[in-house]
């Protein structure tokens, strides 16, 4: 079955960095979009950034710059570097991807940014 499990989450100081992994299982992972999703106390769930299987990118306006998505087909892995961390960064960071009909998600890492 797809397995998605993310680490790397921790609490960073402000304009501090972290880089976040998603091990994935169970399906081929090279022919999957990959995408990191954050979900803030009280708010909605939110696209973060997203990789096609050719390797394009996108961003949310927020983490532009700052923020970068990768992905290692060898190791069927996704990371997401994340620089000049801010407290509004502070959330559950999730991997997603979907395959035919379904969403698959991870069960999320917690990043928080204080001093």
């Known amino acids: 079955q797809v397995q998605l499990v993310e680490s790397g989450g921790g609490l960073v100081q402000p304009g501090g960095s972290l880089r976040l992994s998603c091990a994935a299982s169970?399906?081929?992972?090279?022919?999957?979009?990959m995408n990191w999703y954050r979900q803030a106390p009280g708010k909605e769930r939110e696209l973060v950034a997203g990789?096609?299987?050719?390797?394009?990118?996108n961003y949310a306006g927020s983490v532009k710059g700052r923020f970068t998505i990768s992905r290692d087909n060898d190791k069927n892995t996704l990371y997401l570097q994340m620089n000049s961390l801010k407290p509004e960064d502070t959330a559950v960071y999730y991997c997603?991807?979907?395959?035919?009909?379904?969403?698959?998600w991870g069960q999320g890492t917690q990043v928080t940014v204080s001093s």
């Open positions: 990789i096609t299987t050719a390797g394009s990118t």
């Open positions: 997603n991807t979907r395959i035919l009909l379904s969403t698959y």
């Open positions: 169970g399906f081929t992972f090279s022919k999957n979009a």
